[in-house]
């Protein structure tokens, strides 16, 4: 995802997107122990997407604490 893309959104569909990725990369990590991946590029990208997410979230001014909690929060949903 570009920069751009990601800034447009807002706090809550940031953490949304964020959970996905987040799935889908410990998945990926699953299956890579399993057998080997078509494409193993695809970690790096997830990997490096979340971390897109996360310094915008702390551009707009929230802390680490408050993304976790929210993290927790929509978790038990």
């Given at each position: 995802m570009k920069p751009s893309e990601l800034r447009n959104m807002s706090d809550a569909e940031l953490l949304k997107t964020y959970r996905e990725l987040q799935e889908e990369y410990?998945?990926?990590?699953?299956?890579?122990?399993?057998?080997?991946?078509?494409?193993?590029?695809?970690?790096?990208?997830?990997?490096?997407?979340?971390?897109?997410?996360?310094?915008?979230?702390?551009?707009?001014?929230?802390?680490k604490e408050q993304v976790k909690r929210w993290e927790r929060t929509s978790e038990k949903k």
């Amino acid at each position: 995802m570009k920069p751009s893309e990601l800034r447009n959104m807002s706090d809550a569909e940031l953490l949304k997107t964020y959970r996905e990725l987040q799935e889908e990369y410990f998945n990926l990590r699953l299956r890579k122990v399993m057998e080997t991946l078509p494409n193993p590029l695809k970690l790096r990208t997830l990997r490096r997407d979340c971390a897109r997410i996360l310094t915008i979230l702390r551009e707009r001014g929230y802390t680490k604490e408050q993304v976790k909690r929210w993290e927790r929060t929509s978790e038990k949903k």
